[in-house]
């Protein structure tokens, strides 16, 4: 029997390694475990899901780690920008230069705000 073909007489997807770039915890940019800012908690809504802090959190400053695995050009991507609105599964920044980003949260690794944020 051929190697490259399977049981089933399909050919086996062609397996492409994970090549991530976004650094381990302890090196992300920005981070500073000796910074003055606060995490404000706000019990008032119970945050469930990952759009919620994104929800109480609009017009605030945000840079959003995401992979597309299936993707080589576009394997580890950072976006950076105002939340200017959220939903069950987006995002949607402002970034600096005034373009309007949408993004999938599916494919968000983490983010990291700017300033303290309310949750």
């Known amino acids: 029997m051929n190697q ?18 976004y650094p381990p915890y302890m090196n992300m940019p920005n981070y500073n475990p000796n910074s003055s800012t606060t995490v404000t908690n706000n ?3 119970d945050p469930q899901y990952v759009e919620s802090i994104f929800s109480m959190n609009h017009g605030k400053r945000v840079s959003v780690y995401l ?3 299936d993707s080589i050009e576009w394997r580890d991507r950072i976006f950076t920008g105002k939340i200017l609105a959220d939903g069950r ?5 402002e970034d600096d230069q005034g373009k309007i980003i949408l ?13 303290a944020i309310s949750f």
């Open 89 to 93: 599964d987006y995002l949607l920044l």
């Open 43 to 45: 019990q008032s809504s």
């Open 4 to 21: 490259g073909i399977g049981n089933n007489g399909f050919q086996n997807p062609t397996i492409i390694p994970s090549q991530s770039t």
């Open 103 to 115: 993004l999938w949260l599916i494919y968000i690794n983490y983010a990291i705000f700017d300033e």
């Open 67 to 69: 992979s597309y695995p």
